[in-house]
């Protein structure tokens, strides 16, 4: 099986003034269709600037990122963005819903800078199943205002799913929730990972992390430990 996400010997070396910061460290990691995995790490451990490299939203110094079959590390910014928009689907922590549109506006979002011809009639039929796959098409007329934390975050997921993409990003998708509606938005991330979604996840929180498949920790720029998960949280929305 080919992986989604291939990093061989990645490093990011950040210019402050007349200092060098090594962000990343030789990372290689492999990650394959269906995984869902947490990447935990502490502050400046290096665990964003993975993420913004697997989500082509950063370039590595040196080494070699193939996103589902396609060497991304030399593609210039126009082709990051299309790879972007067609291979990655990001979900937030502050949700980064437009307030003034309804749900079913703000999940539709994605496909209007999407290259494939779709009629508007299947974008809004697409969009609704997402919706639908997060449990929320009852609320598709709904602004961000007039919706939960936990909804708007199921909005997000939704969104992200607009382009069927092939890998879902995560970034602390939980930090905003409280612990209840939290253990709900880790179930529908369970959900979409039982239909074969890859999926990465930001997180500090290990019983967040515990309702994932597999934990890969990273210090000083390096994975230190990557382990799978033995006692996984229940899945709890299926």
Do not use: W
């Not at 993420?51 to 040196?62: A, F, K, Q, S, W």
């Not at 959900?191 to 500090?204: D, E, R, S, Y």
Request: glycine share 8%; net charge neutral.
């Amino acid at each position: 099986m080919k992986p989604v996400i291939e990093l061989a010997d990645i490093h990011k070396v950040y210019q402050t003034g007349e200092v060098e910061v090594h962000a990343v460290r030789g990372v290689t990691l492999g990650i394959l269709p269906g995984e869902f995995v947490a990447l935990m790490g502490a502050s400046g451990s290096g665990k964003s600037t993975m993420m913004n490299i697997i989500g082509c939203l950063d370039r590595p110094t040196r080494g070699e990122y193939r996103l589902d079959g396609i060497d991304v590390s030399q593609l210039n910014r126009d082709q990051l963005a299309d790879i972007r928009n067609q291979k990655i689907g990001f979900i937030f922590q502050g949700f980064n819903l437009l307030p003034r549109t309804s749900a079913l506006e703000n999940v539709e979002l994605p496909m209007l800078y999407n290259r494939r011809s779709e009629t508007r009639i299947s974008q809004r039929e697409q969009a609704m199943q997402a919706l639908e796959t997060v449990g929320l098409a009852n609320r598709a007329d709904h602004k961000p205002n007039q919706l939960s934390g936990g909804q708007q975050q199921r909005v997000a997921i939704a969104r992200s799913l607009a382009n069927r993409p092939a890998l879902m990003l995560a970034d602390e998708p939980t930090g905003n929730l409280d612990s209840q509606t939290s253990i709900e938005i880790m179930g529908v991330f369970q959900k979409l990972n039982a239909q074969g979604i890859t999926i990465v996840m930001v997180t500090h929180e290990l019983d967040i992390a515990q309702f994932c498949k597999r934990i890969v920790i990273v210090r000083d720029g390096k994975i230190v430990e990557d382990t799978l998960v033995r006692d996984r949280r229940a899945q709890v929305f299926l």
